[in-house]
């Protein structure tokens, strides 16, 4: 029996094992492709990881300052976020002071023995560094919120 090649041509002899070396370099194309894509894909879920706890962080500082624990400050509290602690300072500014008139339904004023003077103090709330990171988030971006 005699053997027939389907491509005798002297050009098709030169050419063989191309195909096989196209085909491993579009897969190192792809691998460096999908490495990229994978890289990408890390920083965006950690980013967004950040976001979300520094989103968690200023509502539950908000929270703090709009409830009745905001007027008795303390120099380090710590404020539950997703399960672990953020430690924040608080600090009570009483700089503020206003005089208040008495004054009746004719504009008349009226004489007290109360002070008239009040004093304002406006909570401020700063995110401090903690290096325990088993029991407290750190922070990546530093907030402060005062009035």
């Known amino acids: 029996m005699h ?8 050009m098709y002899k030169h050419q063989q094992g191309v195909t096989l070396i196209e085909v491993l370099v579009s897969m190192v194309l792809m691998a460096i492709i999908g490495l990229g894509a994978a890289y990408i894909s890390g920083r965006t879920a950690v980013m967004h990881r950040d976001q979300n706890l520094h989103l ?36 009570l500014d009483t700089a503020k002071e206003y005089t208040v008139n008495i004054q009746d339904n004719s504009g008349a004023g009226i004489v007290t023995s109360v002070d008239q003077t009040v004093k304002v103090g ?20 530093t907030v402060k919120i005062a009035p």
């Open 56 to 91: 968690h962080t200023v509502n539950q500082m908000r929270q703090y300052l709009e409830s009745s624990t905001g007027t008795s400050c303390t120099n380090n509290i710590d404020i539950e976020v997703a399960g672990k602690k953020v430690k924040v300072n608080c600090t």
């Open 3 to 10: 053997q027939v090649h389907y491509k005798s041509s002297t």
């Open 122 to 141: 406006s909570p401020t709330l700063e995110i401090v560094k903690t290096s325990n990171s088993e029991t407290h988030w750190d922070v990546p971006v």
